[in-house]
């Protein structure tokens, strides 16, 4: 059983950055696709980024068109956190950011075993 605690989110103007954190225990990190997800007022949750590790030097990473180029996911195997650096935010980036963890890589919320309890970010405009 996983375990996942995020943390980080809060209040923001536009333009602003916040870096989320998530903190897992109770499994094999390393093993594990983990995604960030995020879901406004009215709206359904969606995907906004994964990132896995894989044999080689560097890791499998995919974001959607929404936060690409803003956004930038990052994991510490060491410490069993994986990061959401969020630069250039926008209000329509409002919403709660769950951390999520999956056997292999997926953009599908409903492939995802384990979630956090979510995180509010919210921007001003």
């Known amino acids: 059983q996983v375990q996942l605690v995020e943390s980080g989110g809060g209040l923001v103007q536009a333009g602003g950055s916040l870096r989320l954190s998530c903190a897992a225990s109770?499994?094999?990190?390393?093993?594990?696709?983990m995604a960030w997800f995020r879901q406004a007022p009215g709206k359904e949750r969606e995907f906004a980024a994964v990132?896995?590790?894989?044999?080689?030097?560097?890791?499998?990473?995919a974001y959607a068109d929404s936060v690409s180029g803003r956004f930038t996911i990052s994991r510490d195997n060491a410490r069993n956190t994986v990061y959401l650096q969020m630069n250039k935010l926008k209000p329509e980036d409002t919403a709660v950011y769950y951390c999520?963890?999956?056997?292999?890589?997926?953009?599908?919320?409903?492939?995802?075993?384990?979630w956090g309890q979510g995180t509010q970010v919210t921007v001003s405009s």
């Open positions: 109770g499994g094999f990190f390393r093993n594990y696709a």
């Open positions: 999520a963890a999956a056997a292999a890589i997926t953009y599908r919320e409903a492939d995802y075993k384990y």
């Open positions: 990132i896995r590790s894989s044999d080689r030097s560097s890791d499998y990473i």
